[in-house]
Each structure stands twice: as C-alpha cells, then as structure tokens.
C-alpha cells in the first residue's frame, strides 16, 4: 500500500498528514480531534485553540494508554486460559489411558478367573439377597465376671501347663 498525503483542517489550523492508511481513515481521526477539541472549547470560551489541542492530546494519550494495557491484561488471561487448556488436555489423555489400561487389567483378570475357576464373567448374576433385619436392642441384666470373682478359673488353667509328679 503507498503513503497518502492528505490536507486536514482542525479548527481552523490546516496540516498535511502522510500515512500509509486510506484517505478515509485519516479524515475519520481528523473529525474526531475536531470534535474533541470543539467540545472542550464549547464548555469553555476562554480555553484557546493550543490549550483544546493540548487537552485533546492527553486524553487521546490516556485512552491510548488504558487500551494498550486492557490488552495487555487480555493477553495475559489468554495466555493463561491456553495454559490451563493445554494442562487440560494432557489430564484427559492421561485419563484415557488409564481408561485403556484398566480396561485391558480388567480384561486381563476375567480371563484369568474364567481359566482357573470356571467364573463366569458376570452375565449371570445372582438373585440379589434380603436386606439384613434390623436387631432389637438387648434388655436385662448384664454380668461382668471381674478379677477377683473367678480365680478358679485362672488357677485351672495354669495347672494345665504345670508338671505333675507321675509324669515321666
């Protein structure tokens, strides 16, 4: 695309402008300085021509400015979303191939268990079984047999194990 040089006229104050964007693009951003520069000087009739273009100026700068870094931010998220989107992605194919892996242990196993016991490989299911009846709570009297109240018990026991005097 070739350079343009195009005659604008803001507010009274003509200039030549060289651009490689078309006619109409730089006669569109000349109306909009225009119309800027016009409006800060209708709010106020002292403020000259030089001052509207300087307050024009900055304002353009400051838009400029919050739209390079609302882009920048953009950037960023994009950049995290791919990330988390890449994270994502090897997640699931590890997955699957857990998936794949399982499945062949599965299969592995079943032919297993049908060569060595005859099972079968669980198309013939077995009737499902009662649900267990809920007990009704103990009542009486419970004994605790203590130390001190079975000692014949202890000493029979240990007699077992002791040597008696006919034994050879």
Request: glycine share 8%; aromatic share 4%.
């Amino acid at each position: 695309m070739g350079k343009h040089k195009i005659r604008l006229n803001i507010c009274g104050c003509g200039c030549a402008v060289t651009s490689d964007d078309s006619e109409s693009y730089i006669r569109s951003v000349g109306d909009e300085v225009q119309k800027a520069m016009t409006d800060i000087m209708k709010k106020d009739e002292r403020i000259s021509v030089t001052l509207a273009a300087v307050i024009t100026a900055l304002s353009c700068c400051d838009d400029a400015h919050k739209a390079s870094d609302a882009a920048d931010n953009l950037r960023s998220q994009i950049k995290d979303y791919l990330e988390d989107s890449s994270r994502a992605r090897i997640e699931t194919e590890e997955a699957k191939r857990e998936i794949e892996r399982l499945k062949r242990e599965i299969k592995t196993l079943r032919s297993r268990m049908e060569s060595d016991g005859g099972v079968s490989d669980g198309s013939e299911k077995s009737p499902p079984m009662e649900p267990a009846g809920v007990s009704q709570p103990q009542t009486g009297v419970f004994s605790h047999v203590g130390p001190d109240e079975d000692k014949s018990g202890e000493d029979g026991f240990m007699k077992f194990f002791e040597k008696k005097d006919n034994e050879p």
